[in-house]
C-alpha cells in the first residue's frame, strides 16, 4: 500500500500490487543510476569485507568501477533513502572505489571467442566507446576502436587530471581491459583526416560514433558576443588546458588565475592552477553558487584549498597592458532572471556593477561541444540538426543512414561519464539486433525471504555517522602528479557501506495470518507501520470496494517504504510471523532488470 501524494491532507491510501515495475522504483539508487548498478547489493558485499566480488558487480553494470569511484557524477546519491535517516546519504561512489582498492585480484577477462561474421567499428575510446565496444566484443563481435589520443579513455585521460584519477587506474580498467576482451584500438588516429567515414561504413558492418564534445564553446560576455582581448596570451579555453596537463605538454600557469565557469571542467581546471604554483585562482560564475553544476563537495574541496568563488557575474573584457599578455579581467555583476531552457534562472547583467580583477591567466570553461567537421552528411545523406550532429532514433540510436549509429555525449552534449556509459551499452545492444542478434532474456523476477532477520536488533548502522573520504593534508596537495584523495581503508568501508539500508528489503505482511493486534505498529522507531480502515482507501481500490459490504468494520496494514529502515524488528513482536522480510534482486543485463544472485548482507549475523 501506498499513500496517495494528491489524496489532500486527510490521507488515503491505494493498493499496489509489488510486481518487478514497484521494486525499481523502490530501490532508488539503481534507478536514479543511468546504468542501473545493482548498488544495494554491491555495498551488501563490501559491508561484509567482500570486496572482489563487489567489484566484479559493478564491472558487470558500470564498466569502469575504479575510474567512477573517483570521478563520477553520483546521481544515485540524492535519491539515497538514507538521506531521510540522518541527512547524509551513502557513500555510493567511494564505496565503488574502495571495491576497486581493496579487492585481491585483478580479474581480467578471458577473450571471448569471436562467434559473429560481422565487423564493428567505434569512434572514440571514450566512456561511451569503452562501454559499447565491451558490450559488443562480449556478445562475440570483432571491435576495432579508433581515438584521436595516444591512450584510451577519452575525457578519462584526457579531461580528467591525474591527482584525481591516477593513470593506472585507467590503464587497467581500459587499456588492459580492452586488450584482453580482444578489441583492436588504434590510437592517435582521427577519423575525418587519418581515416575517413566513409571508409569504415565501407569496411565494417556497423559503426558507433561516441566521439564525445571535443570543442570547447567560446569565451562570451552577456549578451553572447565575443569577449575583447579573447586572443591575448593567458587566455585559454578549459578542455585544451587539460589536455596539455594530462599528456605532459608545456602549459602556462601565471600567478593570478581566473577561471570562468562552474561545472567539472572549471573545478579540475582551478584545482590543477593551483597546483602548478598560482598564487591566487578565482573562480567566476554568472549564476549563484545553488545553480552552478558543480557538487558541494568539489566546492568545498576548491575552498580549502584557497580558491576564491566569485558568483553571479559574467566577463565583459580582458584586458592586457602591453596589448599581448593578459593583465587583468572585466566582470560585470548580475542578478538572476526568469528560468531559461535548461531551467535554472538567467544571468542578467546589473548597469554599471562592473569591476577589474588583477589576473594574469584567463582559463574559460564554459562547456564543450561535438565536432561534426569530419562527418560528410551530404555525402551520405545524413539528417543532421542545426550544429550538424546526426539526428538518431532514439530507440535504436541508429542515425538515418543504415549501419551508423551514433549516442553518448556526441548527440546529447556534455554530460558526464556514467550517462555516457550507459547510452554505449544501449547502443551495443541495438547494433546487435541490426546485424542479427538477439538480446539475452532477463531471469524471471523473484523474491527470497530472508528467514529470521534480525539486523535491528544486532546492528547498530542506524547511528553510524557519515564519513567523508580521507584526503590529503593541505600541505601535500601541491603537487599534479599525487592523488589527492587517499580512500576509505577495508575497515572504513565497511563501516560506510554498513550504514545503507539495503532498500531491496521489504517487509511483507500474510493477511491471512495478521490478527491486526498493533504490535508492529507500536514497535516500529519510525512509524512506517499504521492500520488503516477500509473505508480509508481510495475511491475504485479493490479494497475500498470492500467497504459497505461485510467488512465494514475491516482494517488493513499499511506500510510507509519511505519511512522503513528494515530494521526488522516489527518481524520481532509479531505473535503470528505474519511478518517476513523479502529480499527482491535486480540488475540490468541487455538493458533489461533481472534477478542478481549476489546474497545480500547477512542482516541477522
Known amino acids: 500500500m501506498n499513500l496517495d501524494p494528491d489524496a489532500g491532507l486527510d490521507p488515503v491510501y491505494y493498493t499496489e500490487e509489488a510486481e518487478p515495475d514497484w521494486y525499481k522504483t523502490n530501490i532508488p539508487c539503481q534507478v536514479g543510476c543511468p546504468a542501473h548498478t545493482d548498488v544495494a547489493n554491491y555495498i551488501g558485499l563490501i559491508s561484509q569485507g567482500r570486496f572482489d566480488e563487489a567489484y566484479l558487480l559493478n564491472r558487470q553494470c558500470n564498466v569502469v568501477p575504479g575510474v567512477l569511484g573517483r570521478t563520477c557524477a553520483r546521481p544515485c546519491e540524492p535519491v ?36 559473429r561474421d560481422k565487423k564493428v567499428a567505434v569512434i572514440g575510446a571514450g566512456s561511451a566507446g569503452v562501454a559499447c565496444a565491451r558490450e559488443l566484443a562480449e556478445m562475440g563481435y570483432p571491435v576495432t576502436v579508433f581515438d584521436m589520443y595516444p591512450a ?18 585507467t590503464q587497467e580498467e581500459v587499456d588492459e581491459y580492452l586488450d584482453a576482451l580482444g578489441v583492436e584500438v588504434r590510437l592517435n588516429t582521427t577519423v575525418g583526416k587519418d581515416v575517413q567515414l566513409t571508409d569504415l561504413l ?18 562570451t560576455d552577456p549578451y553572447n558576443k565575443d569577449v575583447p582581448g579573447g586572443d591575448l596570451h593567458g587566455v585559454v579555453p578549459g578542455l585544451p588546458f587539460l589536455e596539455k596537463v594530462n599528456f605532459g605538454e608545456p602549459v602556462f600557469v601565471g600567478k593570478r588565475v581566473a577561471v570562468l565557469g562552474g561545472g567539472f571542467t572549471a573545478m579540475d581546471c582551478c584545482r590543477s592552477s593551483v597546483r602548478f604554483g598560482a598564487e591566487k585562482v578565482y573562480v567566476l560564475y554568472r549564476r549563484s553558487k545553488e545553480e552552478m553544476p558543480s557538487d558541494e563537495y568539489e566546492v568545498d574541496e ?18 592586457s597592458e602591453d596589448g599581448v599578455h593578459v593583465s587583468g579581467i572585466k566582470m560585470i555583476r548580475n542578478r538572476l532572471g526568469d528560468p531559461d531552457a535548461s531551467g535554472r534562472r538567467k544571468a542578467v547583467p546589473v548597469p554599471g556593477s562592473e569591476f577589474v580583477l588583477d589576473v594574469d591567466t584567463v582559463i574559460s570553461a564554459f562547456g564543450q561541444f561535438a565536432d561534426t567537421s569530419w562527418i560528410p552528411a551530404k555525402e551520405l545523406n545524413l539528417e543532421v540538426n542545426r550544429y550538424g550532429i546526426p539526428l538518431v532514433d532514439r530507440d535504436t540510436w541508429m542515425t538515418t543512414h543504415p549501419g551508423l549509429f551514433a549516442g553518448g555525449d556526441f548527440t546529447e552534449g556534455a554530460r558526464n561519464l556514467i550517462s555516457a556509459i550507459a547510452d554505449g551499452k544501449v547502443a551495443a545492444s541495438s547494433i546487435n539486433r541490426y546485424l542479427g542478434g538477439k538480446d539475452t532474456q532477463a531471469e524471471e523476477a523473484v523474491e527470497i525471504e530472508l528467514p529470521d532477520f534480525r539486523r535491528g536488533m544486532v546492528d547498530d548502522y542506524e547511528s553510524i555517522p557519515y564519513q567523508v573520504i580521507p584526503s590529503l593534508p593541505l600541505q601535500k596537495r601541491f603537487s599534479i602528479t599525487v592523488e589527492s584523495e587517499t580512500g576509505y581503508s577495508p575497515e572504513e568501508a565497511i563501516t560506510q557501506a554498513r550504514r545503507c539500508l539495503q532498500c531491496q528489503l521489504n517487509i511483507m505482511i500474510d493477511p491471512s495470518i495478521c490478527i491486526l493486534c498493533s504490535g508492529c505498529v507500536d514497535i516500529c522507531p519510525y512509524d512506517c507501520i499504521s492500520m488503516e480502515g477500509l473505508t480509508r482507501m481510495v475511491k475504485g481500490d479493490p479494497l475500498h470496494q470492500l467497504a459497505g459490504t461485510a467488512w465494514e468494520a475491516g482494517a488493513d496494514m499499511i506500510i510507509d517504504e519511505e519511512k522503513c529502515i528494515r530494521c526488522g524488528l516489527c518481524i520481532v513482536r509479531c505473535p503470528t510471523d505474519a511478518i517476513s522480510m523479502v529480499q527482491f534482486q535486480v540488475k540490468s543485463a541487455n538493458n533489461r532488470w533481472n534477478v542478481s544472485k549476489i546474497p545480500v548482507i547477512n542482516a541477522s549475523r
Open 202 to 219: 565501407r569496411d565494417y558492418d556497423a559503426v558507433y560514433i561516441g566521439a564525445g564534445c571535443m570543442l570547447s564553446n567560446p569565451l
Open 152 to 169: 584510451p579513455g577519452g575525457m578519462m585521460v584526457g579531461g580528467i587530471p591525474v591527482w584525481r584519477l591516477p593513470r593506472e587506474v
Open 80 to 115: 539515497c533513502r538514507r538521506n531521510k535517516i540522518d541527512g547524509n546519504q551513502i557513500a555510493i561512489c567511494w564505496l565503488k572505489r574502495a571495491a576497486h582498492d581493496h579487492r585481491e585480484f585483478r580479474h581480467l577477462p578471458e577473450r571471448p571467442q569471436i562467434t
Open 302 to 319: 576548491a575552498t580549502l584549498e584557497h580558491v576564491e568563488f566569485i558568483y553571479l557575474c559574467s566577463p565583459l573584457e580582458v584586458l
